[in-house]
């Protein structure tokens, strides 16, 4: 665990010391602000390493909770609402016997244009439409939560992004896509669309449905997924 900690604190630290220089690209969305997001990050590389079990589900909710209200406009009552629905998400994971930072599995590169190969074009299309929505109006929930002029959008995605682990790991990598240049951010989706879609156990797909379902109910129905 010092090992760990010690390595994510000096890669950090320089990543916020060094950000990207290239011209092409906006700042990140989820920048490294200061001190607290290097050891905040340094202790979940722990986590990821080692188990939860080595921070525990507080430390993990607290994590994931401040950091996104450190990113973003989101006030203090919002906040506490994430971090408590972060932490039943995280005990249920927890009495479910899985780890909640469960990386996707490793697929050949074969394995996964084959897959995407015999998906259903129209699942295809609209689970890109629903990254694209989730993305946008995550962004401007990040940026206006809170205010009653992004009511009810924003409990809905609050509700929606902190439902789950995989809910928010979802919504936490697609959101970045509505502040990249143009020319970049079809990379960026296509890297998600095809995670989403090649997941076996149809967890993430699940997830994004529920979050499209926040983003626009009007346009994406009761957040059920179209049949493959």
């Known amino acids: 665990m010092e090992a760990i900690t010690r390595i994510s604190v000096e890669h950090y630290n320089r990543m ?9 690209h906006r700042p990140s969305f989820w920048s490294l602000g200061g001190r ?18 080595e921070i525990g589900t507080d430390r993990l909710a607290e994590i994931v909770a401040n950091f996104t209200g ?10 506490r609402k994430g971090y408590a629905r972060i932490k039943r998400a995280l005990n249920a994971v927890e009495l479910d016997g899985k780890q909640a930072l469960q990386a996707p599995r490793m697929r050949t590169t074969e394995a996964i ?11 295809i299309c609209d689970t890109r439409d629903k990254i694209a929505f989730v993305a946008e109006m995550g962004h401007l929930y990040l940026q206006i939560g809170g205010s009653d002029i992004a009511e009810p959008m924003a409990s809905r995605m609050l509700e929606a992004s902190t439902g789950s682990i995989t809910a928010n790991m979802i919504f936490h990598s697609v959101v970045p896509i509505a502040t990249t240049l143009d020319q970049n951010a079809w990379h960026y989706l296509t890297a998600v669309l095809v995670m989403t879609l090649t997941e076996s156990d149809g967890e993430y797909l699940d997830a994004l449905n529920k979050l499209a379902y926040a983003a626009a109910p009007d346009r994406f129905g009761d957040g059920r997924p179209v049949q493959p």
């Open 70 to 79: 450190r990113q973003t406009k989101l006030n203090e009552t919002e906040i």
């Open 16 to 24: 916020r010391r060094n950000p990207d220089p290239a011209a092409i």
């Open 36 to 53: 607290r997001d290097v050891v905040d990050l340094a202790a979940f590389g722990v986590a990821s390493f080692l188990g939860d079990e």
């Open 113 to 123: 244009i084959d897959q995407i190969g015999h998906t259903q074009f129209d699942l």
